[in-house]
């Protein structure tokens, strides 16, 4: 080292050399180990939603950019709104990089809304990626009499969820708490089950995000048609796709609530993002990192998007951490309000 205390550029070529070299040979060690393999994409919904078809159309082309050239295929495990598969992976799945999951995107949060039911913790998985940044929404069909958000303050409104457990409860109660507004909340549809309840008028709408409706009731958008209303968003800004759509946090009443929106909308930054079990050697999880970095902008996977009308709103695997971090260390009181309002 100079006296100046720099580097001397012979010091910094051997340097950069060197980590060439050490990125070099991080590959060729992960692909000598997956070669030849399986690689199991294990979603934690059951088939036919949008987080399997994500998790589908990612695996088709995953493989092809993780040395090696392993073979990826799909795995269901849904059960406890998406619980079941995280709390798995994190004790009992393999440990060596041959399984990635597709959690649901409340798997941050369930960690301060579901304690009891959670077997990990989400700050110690290995994130891949994210696909997709959802914009939360709360829509209605086009035959309900309810198409603004203040309509939905004056008349009582049927929409349908899942479970207690799932963000289209958590948000429809938050709404009705903290906005003011008269849902019904009808629930045990599961997967695209709650889209076949719109439509034959069971229910008058639900919660899901913009790129969902795509994914998971495609054919509403043939021809060009959208039959349904989006009544208001979850965001932090207002998203340019419905930019006259007020957001939860514009209309929450005070900096508390406000408050409450954004811990909510957080989630939405993990909408379809991937991970690798703890303790996954770090070669693997960062050519795994790297895979997934490539396989959203190969060509063919551009296109099944395109072709389902999805926009991809990719974030890499460190940002999704960054993410999970913030939520998880979200001031406890906070938190203990958001579970009251909840119950």
């Not at 060596?96 to 989400?122: C, E, F, S, W």
């Amino acid at each position: 080292m100079s006296s100046s205390g720099k580097l001397k550029p012979r010091f910094v070529a051997i340097a950069a050399s060197a980590a060439l070299l050490g990125a070099v040979s991080a590959s060729a060690h992960a692909a000598d180990f997956y070669n030849e393999k399986v690689v199991k994409l294990v979603v934690g919904s059951g088939a036919g939603g949008g987080y399997d078809f994500f998790g589908r159309a990612l695996a088709k082309y995953l493989g092809k950019y993780i040395p090696g050239n392993p073979t990826v295929i799909v795995v269901n495990m849904p059960g406890a709104g998406g619980v079941k598969m995280t709390n798995w992976a994190y004790s009992v799945a393999p440990k060596d990089g041959t399984m990635v999951g597709m959690p649901l995107m409340t798997v941050a949060v369930n960690q301060h809304l579901r304690p009891k039911k959670i077997r990990y913790d989400a700050t110690k998985l290995n994130w891949i990626g994210n696909m997709e940044s959802s914009i939360s929404i709360l829509f209605t069909w086009e035959t309900s009499k309810t198409k603004t958000i203040q309509d939905a303050m004056k008349r009582e409104t049927l929409m349908g969820g899942s479970s207690k457990s799932s963000p289209i409860y958590q948000l429809l109660t938050l709404s009705n708490k903290l906005l003011g507004t008269k849902f019904k909340i009808v629930l045990g549809y599961k997967g695209a089950g709650r889209f076949l309840a719109i439509e034959r008028g069971e229910v008058e709408g639900s919660f899901s995000t913009l790129q969902n409706l795509h994914a998971g009731a495609p054919h509403w958008y043939a021809g060009g048609k959208n039959p349904t209303t989006v009544l208001v968003q979850n965001a932090v800004t207002r998203s340019p796709e419905i930019p006259n759509i007020p957001t939860m946090m514009e209309l929450a009443k005070n900096d508390a609530d406000r408050k409450v929106f954004e811990y909510m909308m957080l989630q939405s930054l993990t909408g379809r993002s991937i991970f690798a079990p703890p303790s996954v050697p770090g070669d693997r999880v960062a050519a795994l990192r790297h895979a997934m970095n490539q396989a959203v902008t190969d060509p063919g996977f551009v296109r099944d998007m395109k072709r389902a009308k999805l926009a991809i709103t990719y974030s890499k695997g460190e940002k999704v951490e960054a993410t999970v971090k913030k939520l998880i260390n979200t001031p406890p009181a906070i938190v203990a309000r958001i579970r009251q309002l909840i119950k």
